[in-house]
């Protein structure tokens, strides 16, 4: 069981706007910032949003993420049929000394 | 540009042990922590391992801590990973990472290796 939980699949039409969440406890994201991860299967993970709400260059304003407390979210808004992917949060853990994934999201654009 | 290269990945019997490479380009190498991140069949992102810039710092998950071991020759640009009593469930692609600024925080990916370990 992950650390960080994630609906395991979310969908939306073409255009719509999805949100995905990621619940968490105090040690990670009660302390420290959630970055986000794109994975296409075959491919290498692509880093969407770091530090909560920052968008490394290159990743389309559509992309958007935020936290609270120990809760965190990634919106997607114009969905597009590329956006179809694994999404995972992914935070630092003060009382395991580590790196803690969520579970993965699976967006399926409809 | 940047670039990572795993290789070393294969078919290893249980018990066995296996080295992992990751070949870095593109960035000032000694002064990036660099970390493995690895996916079983079927099953989500799991963190592996991390180490600092200079290899004063390392962490490990609890699943491999003791059995595997992380290092880095920063004058080769490169990072390793050496897996030791390996399971059946160690079977995954291994992907190697860079770290910027946030412990969590991984800029840049290698393609993956694939390492299955199987009698």
């Known amino acids: 069981q992950s650390a960080l939980t994630q609906p395991p699949s979310a969908s939306g039409t073409l255009g719509q706007r999805v949100s995905i969440s990621c619940s968490g406890s105090g040690s990670n994201l009660g302390d420290n910032s959630v970055n986000w991860y794109q994975h296409l299967p075959g491919t290498a993970p692509k880093l969407l949003i770091f530090?909560?709400?920052q968008r490394p260059s290159g990743v389309p304003d559509r992309f958007s993420g935020s936290k609270s407390g120990t809760s965190a979210s990634l919106a997607i808004s114009g969905l597009q049929s590329e956006d179809e992917a694994e999404y995972y949060c992914a935070a630092w853990d003060d009382n395991l000394m580590g790196v803690v994934f969520g579970g993965g999201t699976r967006l399926t654009v409809l | 540009e940047v670039q990572l290269l795993e290789s070393g990945g294969g078919l290893v019997q249980p018990g066995g042990s296996l080295r992992l490479s990751c070949e870095a380009s593109g960035f000032t190498f000694s002064n990036s922590a660099m970390t493995w991140v690895r996916q079983a069949p079927g099953k989500g992102l799991e963190w592996v391992s991390t180490?600092?810039?200079?290899?004063?710092?390392?962490h490990y998950a609890d699943s491999v801590r003791g059995r595997f071991t992380i290092s880095r020759d920063n004058s080769k640009g490169t990072l390793y990973l050496l897996m030791t009593s390996l399971r059946g469930e160690d079977t995954a692609v291994y992907y190697c990472?860079?770290?910027?600024?946030?412990?969590?925080?991984?800029?840049?990916w290698g393609q993956g290796t694939l390492v299955t370990v199987s009698s």
């Open positions: 180490i600092s810039g200079g290899s004063t710092s390392t």
């Open positions: 990472a860079k770290v910027s600024a946030g412990m969590a925080h991984f800029d840049f």
């Open positions: 530090s909560n709400s």
